[in-house]
C-alpha cells in the first residue's frame, strides 16, 4: 500500500535518542509520523526552508524544513508542576525558604485567589511550558478544604476551565493534594469523587505531612483503584532519614496490583538514610513497580535548612533508582511561588539541575538524563503512543543544539514546538557580540 504524501518532511534532524549519531529525514502526515529515515549524509536543501529563518507564520506555510543538523526531541513531559500556584510570589512570601512555612502561608492565602486568578496562572505556566518544548503536564493541584469546600472546588474549575482554553496547544493531568483527615473522611471522600467525575484525572497527596501517612495512603490508593484512576503522591519530601512512608506505599501497591499506575515524588529522606536502608527501599519499590520523580532545584532550594556545615541537601538518589531499573522523571515542581521563587517551566533547564545534582555527565548519562524528560515521565503518565516512530502522534521539539550533550552545555534559547498537528511555538534567539579588540602586539609598529 503506498504512503500517503507527507504534509510536512523536515531533513536533517538529529534525534540522541536513536543513538546513532545519524541525520534524519522525517515525514508527518494528518498530525502522525509516517517516516523516521536515517540519511546517509546531509540532505540536499534546494527545497527546504531552513528553519533558523522561520517565524511562527512561516513555519505554518512551509511544507518541508531543514533543521541543519539540530535535535529533534518528542515533546518534553513534566510531570511534577503545581501551575495553581505559579506566579504567587508577590503575593506569598516565605522568609525562612522551608516548606513548613511554604505550606503555612499559602494555605492563609488560599482564600484570596479568585476562581479567574488560579486559571491565568495555570493558562500562563502551560503557555510558557510549551515553548520549552514541554507538551504534556502534570499538575498537581492544591485542595484548601480547611477553608470550605466552595474554596476548594474553585480550583478544581479553574484547572478544568484553563485545560479547555490550552488544549490545542498543551496536554494537562490533574492530581489534586488531598489531605486525609479520619474526623472527615466522607466529606474529604464525596469531594474527591466529585472532582473525579468532573474530569480530574488521578488521586495526589502528601500522606508524609498528616498524623497518620499509613491511613492517608490507604485511602488514597482505595479511592484510585475504585475509580480506576492512576495514583501520584509526595513522598518524604523531609531530610529526616526516619522518615520512611515510601515504604507504606509500596506495600499498597503490591497489595491492590498497582505496579506501573503508582508514581511517589521527592523521596527526599532517601538521600539522608544509611546506604543499606536506602538500597532496601528502592528495591521494593522496584519490585512494587513505584515509578520516581525528582524535583532538583525545589528540592535543593528547600532542604537542609536546619543544618550547619555539611548541608543535606535533599535531591533523591538518581542514580541508585535509574539503577535499579525504575523509572525516574525529572520535573519543574514549583515556578515562582513561597515553595520556589525561581523557575520558568523550561524542563531542559531542570535537566541540567539535575545533572548537577546527580553527578550524571558521562556519555550514557546524557541520554538517561533525555529520558527523565521524555520517555520515562511520558510511560508514568501513561502516554503508550509517545515518541518519534511511525504512526504515533507528532509532538516534538526542536532545539538549538547539535547533539544531546550540546543541549546541557548551551541550554539553548532557540526552541520550535509542534503538537496537535501544528507548530505551537517558535523562539529564536538573535545574538550579536562585539568584535575583539586584536592584541596590542600585533597593532605596534615593525
Known amino acids: 500500500m503506498p504512503m500517503r504524501p507527507a504534509d510536512l518532511e523536515l531533513v536533517n534532524a538529529k534525534l540522541p535518542l536513536a543513538e ?19 540519511q546517509e549524509g546531509p540532505a540536499d536543501v534546494g527545497r527546504h526552508a531552513p528553519i533558523a529563518q522561520l517565524g511562527l507564520e512561516a513555519l505554518g506555510e512551509a511544507r518541508s524544513v531543514d533543521l541543519q543538523g539540530r535535535v529533534l526531541l518528542p515533546g518534553f ?32 492565602a488560599a482564600p484570596e485567589f479568585s476562581k479567574e486568578t488560579i486559571r491565568e496562572r495555570i493558562v500562563r505556566g502551560a503557555r510558557e511550558a510549551s515553548s520549552y518544548g514541554s507538551l504534556t503536564l502534570r499538575s498537581h493541584l492544591d485542595m484548601p478544604l480547611q477553608h470550605g469546600r466552595d474554596v476548594a472546588m474553585r480550583t478544581v ?6 485545560r479547555e482554553a490550552v488544549k490545542d496547544l498543551i496536554d494537562i493531568q490533574y492530581f489534586p493534594m488531598f489531605f486525609y483527615d479520619p474526623a472527615l473522611d466522607r466529606e474529604l471522600t464525596e469531594f474527591a469523587e466529585e472532582a473525579l467525575r468532573m474530569g480530574i484525572d488521578g488521586v495526589g497527596g502528601a500522606p508524609h505531612l498528616a498524623p497518620d501517612p499509613g491511613a492517608g495512603i490507604r485511602w488514597a490508593i482505595g479511592l484510585a483503584a475504585k475509580h480506576g484512576k492512576p495514583i501520584d503522591l509526595h513522598c518524604d519530601e523531609t531530610d529526616d532519614p526516619s522518615m520512611k512512608t515510601i515504604g507504606l506505599y509500596c506495600d499498597e501497591v503490591i497489595r491492590y496490583g498497582y505496579a506501573g499506575l503508582a508514581t ?3 523521596l527526599c529522606s532517601l538521600s539522608a538514610m544509611p546506604q543499606d536502608e536506602a538500597d532496601r527501599l528502592i528495591a521494593k519499590m522496584a519490585e512494587a ?8 532545584a525545589v528540592n535543593l532550594y528547600l532542604q537542609g ?43 531542559l533547564q531542570i535537566g541540567l539541575v539535575t545533572a548537577y545534582a546527580a553527578h550524571m555527565a558521562r556519555e550514557e548519562d546524557i541520554v538517561s538524563l533525555l529520558r527523565m524528560m521524555t520517555e520515562y515521565p511520558a510511560a508514568l503518565a501513561g502516554k503508550t503512543d509517545y515518541g518519534v516512530a511511525p ?15 550540546a543541549l546541557f552545555q548551551e541550554l539553548p534559547a532557540s526552541r520550535w514546538a509542534y503538537n496537535k498537528s501544528s507548530w505551537i511555538g517558535a523562539s529564536v534567539q538573535r545574538r550579536q557580540v562585539a568584535e575583539p579588540r586584536r592584541f596590542a602586539s600585533e597593532n605596534a609598529p615593525a
Open 77 to 108: 513531559v513534566d510531570l511534577h508542576m503545581h501551575l495553581d500556584k505559579a506566579y504567587s510570589i508577590g503575593r506569598v512570601r516565605n522568609v525562612s525558604g522551608t516548606l513548613l512555612e511554604a505550606i503555612d502561608n499559602y494555605r492563609a
Open 391 to 405: 504512526g504515533r502522534p507528532a509532538s516534538f521539539a526542536v532545539l538549538d543544539a547539535g547533539s544531546g550533550e
Open 264 to 266: 511517589a515524588g521527592h
Open 289 to 296: 513497580g513505584v515509578g520516581a520523580v525528582t524535583l532538583p
Open 157 to 162: 474549575e479553574a484547572a478544568l476551565e484553563a
Open 20 to 38: 546513532d549519531g545519524r541525520l534524519h529525514t522525517l515525514k508527518i502526515g494528518d498530525g502522525r509520523w509516517l517516516s523516521v529515515e536515517p
Open 305 to 347: 535548612r536546619g543544618d550547619r556545615g555539611n548541608v543535606r541537601r535533599g535531591v533523591t538518589r538518581v542514580r541508585e533508582l535509574l539503577g535499579a531499573g525504575i523509572p525516574v522523571a525529572a520535573a519543574s515542581d514549583n515556578i515562582q511561588d513561597p515553595f520556589h521563587p525561581f523557575g520558568r517551566g523550561d524542563l
